[in-house]
């Protein structure tokens, strides 16, 4: 475990505004599982239940620089296996742009890594801006309706990671695209999860 949190994760207003990424980098996932439990004993794919469906729609993952990008954090595969903690529970504090004040002192971050976890890698192109439609009934004995779903990568950083990036969910079933909390669509998230989960599934990597 390292001896303090690398300062080249930690945001500033500068660095948010000269930030840069493209759909050539990817996004690294945590499993919620022991790494050992990760990978098809016969194949060695990567097991659906490593994913945590449940939890896909605002999942947090973080960025990995492809080395064309500029401007770009310089990252490693193992900040994904760092929990920064504040009261006992994770901390997903967002930033407030313009606001460094927010940013914590280096000797300041409390943080655990939580080593007996394994992560998987997803290009970003393969899951930003991608549409799908679903046949959507939200009240009983009415016509059903095409329900257009957008699925984005989106720059979310955190008062401690400049590189947390979350997968979210567009709908356009109100006549504008809105984002799709957790708790929206009760009857639809399974399917909205499972969707991202098969384009996880089609395209994940090892290594990259």
Request: proline fraction near 5%; charged fraction near 30%; glycine fraction near 4%.
């Amino acid at each position: 475990m390292p001896e303090s949190y690398p300062e080249r994760l930690l945001p500033s207003s500068e660095r948010i505004s000269v930030f840069n990424y493209t759909n050539s980098c990817f996004i690294c996932r945590r499993t919620e599982i022991d790494k050992t439990e990760m990978y098809d004993d016969d194949d060695g794919d990567l097991e659906p239940f490593a994913i945590n469906e449940k939890e896909l729609i605002d999942c947090s993952t973080n960025l990995i620089n492809h080395p064309e990008v500029s401007n770009c954090v310089e990252t490693v595969p193992d900040d994904v296996l760092i929990n920064v903690m504040k009261n006992g529970d994770i901390d997903y504090t967002r930033i407030e742009f313009e606001d460094d004040s927010q940013v914590p002192r280096i000797e300041d971050v409390n943080f655990t890594i939580a080593s007996d976890k394994g992560y998987y890698f997803i290009p970003m192109g393969a899951l930003n801006n991608i549409e799908t439609t679903f046949p959507f009934n939200k009240k009983q004995n009415a016509p059903k309706l095409d329900f257009r779903l957008v699925i984005k990568v989106e720059h979310c950083p955190t008062v401690v990671n400049l590189c947390h990036f979350e997968i979210r969910c567009f709908s356009e079933i109100t006549g504008k695209y809105e984002k799709v909390k957790r708790g929206d669509f009760k009857g639809f998230r399974a399917e909205i999860c499972h969707v991202i989960q098969q384009i996880v599934l089609a395209n994940w990597k090892k290594e990259i």
